[in-house]
């Protein structure tokens, strides 16, 4: 899937957020951030957690980290994320330009309360060389997410 398949649901659902390519990697949060000139606190990170037989995604600023008490509060277990081969099998994504649009299967996204405090974040757009531009509510909606607070952030 990858870049391509995020373009073409993009235009098949009307979604003008800008997709942005790049000629150098993008698929840590300091190179996005590099590649991008902003702070990596702007980078929406995409990970890939085990729930069950499937996964979840779980999308956080770029300082955040995840708090295993809170994870497991909020999900009931253990904050395992999926190894890479899987997380492409799921996804159709490679790891480092995970996204969470256009999934090769569906799949539960929740977005972390860190990105709440910027007006604009930067996912990937699905190839560890590209990113979406858009706000954390519009990502909200186009993903059908959930709100939670499972991440602390970095000092």
């Given at each position: 899937m990858g870049i391509y398949e995020v373009r073409k649901y993009f235009n098949e659902n009307c979604i003008f957020e800008t997709i942005i390519e790049f000629d150098v990697s993008s698929a840590?949060?300091?190179?996005?951030?590099?590649?991008?000139g902003v702070?990596?606190?702007?980078?929406?990170?995409t990970l890939t957690f085990q729930q069950g037989e499937s996964?979840?995604?779980l999308v956080a600023a770029g300082d955040a980290r995840v708090?295993?008490?809170?994870f497991r509060e909020t999900?009931?277990?253990k904050a395992k994320?999926?190894?890479?081969e899987r997380v492409n099998e799921l996804t159709g994504h490679p790891v480092g330009g995970v996204c969470p649009f256009a999934l090769e299967h569906p799949l539960k996204v929740y977005l972390d309360a860190s990105l709440k405090r910027f007006d604009t974040v930067y996912p990937?757009?699905?190839?560890?060389?590209?990113?979406v531009v858009i706000t954390p509510d519009r990502l909200q909606t186009l993903t059908d997410a959930k709100w939670v607070d499972v991440c602390n952030i970095a000092q």
């Open positions: 840590t949060v300091e190179l996005a951030a590099k590649a991008l702070a990596p606190k702007r980078i929406a990170k996964a979840i995604l708090d295993n008490r809170k999900f009931g277990q994320m999926l190894p890479p990937a757009a699905g190839s560890p060389a590209s990113c």
